[in-house]
């Protein structure tokens, strides 16, 4: 069976890209067997011909079990026994048919993208998502609020944004938004958390939205609660014409069972951004690598099983072009990012950032930071980089790390052998260390 929309590769799901099929270590990843099911241990057959495992891991008490997981930093990719000029690869995908020449969307978050931002993405090949939930829908005039927000001290800043943030979406406002970025040329993807979804869609389609995103801490196919009726993604879904989204998910089971809701992508991370604190405040969280290697697995299965492929976009915990790669490398069809683009001239935060929880009235989940601002958007892409951190030129990291390993699309790059090395950014870098050298700042 061959992977759907592999554009230069008849390889079959699960080959090696660059090693001998003979070598044992091969067959399974060595993070873990993402083509078939997570790092788990197999142990039959479930409902609907679903394998079924259970996990493997340390024991961290008496009776209890812990499986070891693995973010950006613990692992590296291996370089192939084959290399390919960079700019001969090619870093695109493809969501409902449709080709992007990025793999890259910007995160829906007030401080990274407004309809600026969203504009200049879509020109540059990428998606920049609007957070409808955002200032954007709830101010005619939000230049006068962002000056609130950016000049307000440390200590006052959470209680400043949850003030802003009380005031009323307006719908009429969610129509300008729309209409702007469409005007602008770009195309036009917003987002709304579970709770107002369905109105927002609806509202949404009609002002010609090309995508719509469902995004919140945690999303499941199974809610439940008796305060309110939880969204009902399958109906949704079927109201829309558009590309739905949904978000965000870290394990094999809750990915399989939104994937039978009929959504045609997935975002993969729960508190791994910059400004967030979900994995502070709540202690929920799975590593990035890990989760987008089970998630992959996930995708992987449901394709063999329905013919229907569903992207997963890793979203969050990426600083530089390496973290991006080890995403791809991971399984990831796509990446979500914020902090990076946040440093962009376009952006609406002026080199501030905050987290799409961080407004919430009782348990606030998300801070405010200073990134700074690094260039234009064009440059933070594609370069050209006057850092040696990774920061910028993300385009370029991808392209050479993609001929690095042999991998002439996104389809082979996920296949790249990975190592755990929790040193590999640490050996032989004793000046880099002592002068604050080649690590982001």
Same mark, same amino acid.
């Given at each position: 069976?061959?992977? =759907?929309?592999? =554009?230069?590769?008849?390889?079959? /799901?699960?080959?090696?890209?660059?090693?001998?099929?003979?070598?044992?270590?091969?067959?399974? @990843?060595?993070?873990?067997?993402?083509?078939?099911?997570?790092?788990?241990?197999?142990?039959?057959?479930?409902?609907?011909?679903?394998?079924?495992?259970?996990?493997?891991?340390?024991? /961290?008490?008496?009776?209890?079990?812990?499986?070891?997981?693995?973010?950006?930093?613990?692992?590296?990719?291996?370089?192939?026994?084959?290399?390919?000029?960079?700019?001969?690869?090619?870093?695109?995908?493809? &969501?409902?048919?449709?080709?992007?020449?990025?793999?890259? &969307?910007?995160?829906?978050?007030?401080?990274?993208?407004?309809?600026?931002?969203?504009?200049?993405?879509?020109?540059?090949?990428?998606?920049?998502? &609007?957070?409808?939930?955002?200032?954007?829908?709830?101010?005619? @005039?939000?230049?006068? /609020?962002?000056?609130?927000? /950016? =000049?307000?001290?440390?200590?006052?800043?959470?209680?400043?944004?949850?003030?802003?943030?009380?005031?009323?979406?307006?719908?009429?406002?969610?129509?300008?938004?729309?209409?702007?970025?469409?005007?602008?040329?770009?195309?036009?993807?917003?987002?709304?958390?579970?709770?107002?979804?369905?109105?927002?869609?609806?509202?949404?389609?009609?002002?010609?939205?090309?995508?719509?995103?469902?995004?919140?801490?945690?999303?499941?196919?199974?809610?439940?609660?008796?305060?309110?009726?939880?969204?009902?993604?399958?109906?949704l879904k079927r109201q829309l014409a558009i590309p739905l989204i949904i978000g965000n998910v870290v394990t094999y089971e809750a990915c399989l069972e939104l994937m039978d809701c009929g959504v045609d992508a997935l975002l993969i991370g729960v508190g791994p951004g910059a400004a967030c604190t979900s994995r502070e405040v709540l202690g929920l969280g799975v590593p990035q690598v890990t989760a987008t290697a089970d998630s992959a697995a996930a995708r992987d299965f449901y394709y063999k099983r329905t013919g229907r492929y569903v992207p997963i976009?890793?979203?969050?915990?990426?600083?530089?072009?390496?973290?991006?790669?080890?995403?791809?490398?991971?399984?990831?069809?796509?990446?979500?990012?914020?902090?990076? #683009?946040?440093?962009?001239?376009?952006?609406?935060?002026?080199?501030?950032?905050?987290?799409?929880?961080?407004?919430?009235? @009782?348990?606030?989940?998300?801070?405010?930071?200073?990134?700074?601002?690094?260039?234009?958007?064009?440059?933070?892409?594609?370069?050209?980089? #006057?850092?040696?951190?990774?920061?910028?030129? &993300?385009?370029?990291?991808?392209?050479?790390?993609?001929?690095?390993?042999?991998?002439?699309?996104?389809?082979?790059?996920?296949?790249?052998?990975?190592?755990?090395?929790? =040193?590999?950014?640490?050996?032989?870098?004793? #000046?880099?260390?002592?002068?604050?050298?080649?690590?982001?700042?």
């Amino acid at each position: 069976m061959k992977v =759907s929309g592999s =554009s230069t590769s008849g390889r079959e /799901v699960g080959e090696r890209v660059d090693t001998d099929r003979g070598r044992r270590y091969t067959a399974p @990843n060595l993070v873990g067997w993402r083509r078939a099911i997570p790092i788990y241990g197999i142990v039959g057959s479930g409902p609907e011909g679903r394998m079924e495992a259970k996990p493997m891991g340390m024991w /961290v008490g008496r009776g209890r079990k812990a499986r070891v997981a693995y973010g950006f930093d613990d692992i590296a990719l291996v370089p192939g026994a084959v290399t390919i000029n960079p700019n001969e690869v090619d870093i695109s995908w493809e &969501l409902c048919g449709r080709r992007f020449d990025l793999p890259i &969307l910007a995160a829906a978050m007030d401080g990274v993208v407004g309809p600026k931002l969203a504009v200049e993405m879509g020109r540059l090949g990428g998606l920049g998502v &609007l957070n409808l939930e955002g200032i954007f829908a709830r101010y005619a @005039n939000p230049e006068d /609020v962002l000056d609130r927000i /950016v =000049s307000a001290s440390q200590e006052e800043a959470t209680k400043i944004i949850q003030s802003i943030y009380g005031e009323p979406i307006k719908e009429d406002l969610i129509h300008t938004r729309i209409q702007d970025i469409k005007k602008g040329g770009g195309p036009a993807v917003v987002s709304s958390i579970p709770q107002r979804a369905e109105r927002f869609a609806q509202i949404a389609q009609e002002a010609g939205a090309d995508i719509f995103v469902v995004q919140s801490t945690v999303t499941t196919a199974r809610h439940v609660a008796t305060e309110y009726t939880p969204v009902d993604l399958r109906k949704l879904k079927r109201q829309l014409a558009i590309p739905l989204i949904i978000g965000n998910v870290v394990t094999y089971e809750a990915c399989l069972e939104l994937m039978d809701c009929g959504v045609d992508a997935l975002l993969i991370g729960v508190g791994p951004g910059a400004a967030c604190t979900s994995r502070e405040v709540l202690g929920l969280g799975v590593p990035q690598v890990t989760a987008t290697a089970d998630s992959a697995a996930a995708r992987d299965f449901y394709y063999k099983r329905t013919g229907r492929y569903v992207p997963i976009i890793t979203d969050g915990g990426m600083t530089t072009g390496g973290d991006i790669c080890k995403a791809f490398a991971s399984g990831a069809d796509a990446v979500m990012i914020g902090s990076a #683009f946040a440093r962009a001239k376009e952006a609406p935060g002026r080199g501030y950032h905050w987290g799409m929880a961080t407004p919430h009235s @009782n348990l606030p989940r998300g801070t405010r930071i200073r990134v700074g601002i690094a260039g234009p958007l064009e440059q933070i892409l594609f370069g050209p980089a #006057f850092t040696e951190d990774g920061t910028l030129n &993300l385009v370029g990291a991808i392209r050479t790390c993609m001929g690095s390993v042999g991998a002439m699309n996104i389809k082979e790059l996920q296949q790249t052998e990975l190592i755990i090395a929790p =040193s590999i950014k640490t050996e032989g870098k004793v #000046f880099q260390r002592a002068q604050k050298l080649g690590t982001p700042r």
